[in-house]
């Protein structure tokens, strides 16, 4: 509503429907060919070109036009003054951060880095059980193509003030903005600043683009072509009895990170026969 209200100058949210129902009607969009149409459709023009259109075309570094309109089916609009961007009850991350959590799961647990994973099964091929999260085509060694994957750039940099933003995340919607969004560290732990406070910041530009080998993949692209040549990597997958597949790169599937969670719980569940 708070973006409803600077949009239009209105305050209610009968008044913010009928301005997107009216929208909606002049446009006459009856079977959603692309992204673009689609959004339209649920959000008319304002909102659309405002908060959908530079940001989307951003992420994923193609125009709104040659998007599948699935990737955007499910638009929410929330006609209420709550700025938070998600509905669920708890949100936040680990307290003290992912590296803690991470390094309390590993404990007792033999960890190599800077290790290839094919050179060392080559050499070691004598595994009960695999996990596999690297990316799926690259496991079958591309034989059915290569799927598209897109990466995150980010560029670091200290402020010399005690806040910059004011917020974890800031999204910038505009296209002639090349970043995404800015991420401000401190502000993810609020109680940790507040006991001991700092007359500077560090702040994060995320840079969305295309992968290519040798960088570090990020997230998968889910139009039409690649969610096709993924089922067939996925048939591919269900005849590996002692591997399992999982998170964005092994399942091909752009994850939150609660639902990535979820489904790496579901998954041992499933091993354990639970």
């Known amino acids: 509503m708070n973006t409803f209200s600077k949009l239009w100058g209105i305050r209610t949210p009968a008044e913010a429907k009928a301005k997107i129902a009216e929208q909606i009607a002049d446009l006459h969009i009856t079977e959603p060919q692309n992204l673009e149409e689609q959004a339209l459709s649920l959000v008319g023009r304002d909102v659309y070109e405002k908060l959908i259109k530079g940001y989307t075309e951003k992420q994923w570094g193609r125009d709104c036009k040659d998007l599948p309109a699935f990737i955007i089916k499910r638009l929410p609009l929330r006609f209420t003054y709550n700025n938070n961007y998600f509905n669920d009850v708890y949100q936040g991350i680990p307290k003290g951060g992912y590296t803690q959590i991470i390094e309390k799961l590993l404990e007792n647990v033999d960890v190599m880095t800077e290790t290839d994973f094919f050179e060392y099964r080559r050499e070691h091929d004598n595994f009960k059980k695999i996990v596999f999260t690297g990316m799926i085509d690259e496991y079958f060694d591309y034989r059915l193509g290569h799927l598209e994957y897109r990466t995150v750039r980010f560029e670091t940099e200290r402020v010399e003030d005690a806040s910059y933003q004011g917020n974890a995340v800031v999204n910038y919607t505009a296209k002639e903005v090349p970043y995404t969004r800015i991420i401000e560290h401190k502000h993810f732990e609020p109680e940790l600043e507040a006991e001991k406070p700092k007359d500077y910041t560090i702040i994060s530009r995320e840079y969305s683009t295309e992968w290519k080998p040798g960088i570090e993949p990020y997230y998968p692209v889910n139009d039409e072509k690649n969610s096709k040549l993924y089922e067939a990597y996925r048939e591919l997958a269900e005849k590996e ?34």
Do not use: H, S
């Open 241 to 274: 009895e002692n591997v399992i597949f999982g998170g964005r790169l092994g399942q091909y599937k752009y994850y939150d990170m609660d639902k990535v969670i979820d489904a790496a719980l579901a998954a041992a569940r499933k091993e354990l026969g639970k």
